[in-house]
């Protein structure tokens, strides 16, 4: 029996998913917190939020692009029929039971919600061991950890009332993950960019100038999980954004400006390296700076801008469209960098605090919106049939 077409690449149905789960934890939070209604959820609206943007919109967007990039990595067939089902169904049930389980209780409620990144972590990790292709074993790797900063999520939920550890460790692996990838996509796409134009300057070949960078940046992620108001987290946080900017200086993006695909994925990264700078700044000088605000260039900000930026990439490369942003793309752009520009202006714009953020969730959350409206077509259906 052949599987339909939504099922043939882990980016068709987790892209789409993934891309109305990041609207939802925009757009369900925004009345939440205004006290309009309350969701049937075991954890308190701000974690419900955040664990719905990180394990729901964002996991089902890794699963998209590492279940599509692993077959590139290893020559072989691309995960898809029952076994991308199987994956697509657990996530599902995590989104339910998330949502939806208080009465289940945080036991079931965590195996329901655990099962997806470790299953994901394992079929990953399967497909670089059976390829033999061990250096791609790291993002699997970081998988794993996900699943089980998931299961930390709960656990301290559950005991404490707040997951505010499991949060930044969460929110940690995932820029990690994004620094990774971005780090390997970014300059290889601009240099493909380049070359087919016969530019003189290319970007730089990671080395250990940048293999250095990146141990910085983990381990001021890590000790920001657990000592997130200290000195030596703010040290390490501020060298880790000077070397990410440093790098990016690296990568020829200026170069690559006509090409919007291609500049957004340089703004994503510049974006997460500012993060770097506000997140110990705000720390350090609470009277100028806000914490909310800073983190929020990574969440809304970097988050947002990479996910949105891989998503239409690899949409329109793996759908045989030309890698080139047309309007739909643009308004894409300009409406996450909005949402951005918005939710880390509003804790500065006294009266105007509650329209900015009103105007950043709506604006954030169609970004998203706009995306799933747009690519629906050509990510679930045959190209006979999206026209």
């Not at 510049?270 to 997140?279: D, K, N, P, Y």
């Not at 947002?304 to 469209?321: D, E, K, N």
Request: glycine share 10%; hydrophobic share 60%; charged share 10%.
């Amino acid at each position: 029996m052949t599987s339909p077409h939504w099922l043939s690449g882990g980016f068709r149905p987790f892209f789409f998913l993934g891309a109305l789960a990041m609207a939802a934890s925009v757009l369900m939070w925004v009345p939440v917190y205004s006290g309009l209604f309350s969701l049937p959820t075991l954890f308190v609206p701000r974690d419900w939020h955040v664990h719905t943007l990180i394990f729901g919109g964002v996991m089902a967007i890794i699963a998209g692009f590492g279940l599509t990039a692993v077959a590139n990595w290893t020559g072989r067939p691309p995960v898809s029929g029952a076994l991308l089902l199987a994956l697509v169904l657990l996530w599902l049930a995590g989104r339910v039971a998330v949502t939806f389980g208080a009465p289940l209780g945080p036991g079931p409620v965590a195996v329901l919600d655990v099962l997806f990144p470790l299953s994901l972590a394992a079929v990953m990790a399967r497909e670089v061991i059976a390829a033999r292709n061990l250096r791609n074993l790291k993002i699997a790797a970081v998988i794993g950890l996900l699943a089980l900063a998931d299961l930390g999520f709960h656990l301290e939920a559950a005991q404490t009332g707040v997951a505010d550890v499991s949060l930044r460790a969460s929110l940690s692996l995932v820029i990690l993950l994004i620094l990774m990838i971005g780090g390997r996509i970014i300059p290889a796409f601009t240099r493909n960019w380049l070359n087919a134009r016969k530019a003189a300057k290319l970007p730089v070949i990671f080395n250990k100038a940048d293999a250095a960078v990146m141990v910085l940046s983990g381990a001021a992620l890590a000790l920001w999980t657990v000592l997130p108001d200290a000195l030596a987290t703010a040290v390490l946080m501020l060298l880790a954004g000077a070397g990410q900017i440093w790098r990016l200086t690296r990568w020829c993006g200026f170069a690559a400006r006509r090409e919007p695909l291609l500049l957004i994925l340089h703004i994503g990264h510049l974006i997460l390296a500012l993060g770097f700078l506000a997140v110990p700044c705000a720390a350090l000088l609470p009277q100028i700076g806000d914490a909310t605000a800073s983190v929020h260039l990574w969440t809304a900000g970097a988050i947002g801008i990479m996910t949105l930026a891989v998503m239409t990439r690899a949409s329109r490369g793996h759908s045989g469209h030309p890698l080139t942003a047309d309007r739909l793309d643009l308004a894409i752009f300009a409406l996450v960098i909005l949402g951005t520009i918005a939710r880390v202006a509003s804790p500065h714009a006294g009266d105007a605090a509650r329209a900015l953020l009103d105007t950043a969730a709506l604006a954030w959350a169609g970004a998203y919106l706009a995306f799933a409206a747009g690519y629906a077509r050509r990510l679930l259906l045959p190209p006979a049939k999206a026209g």
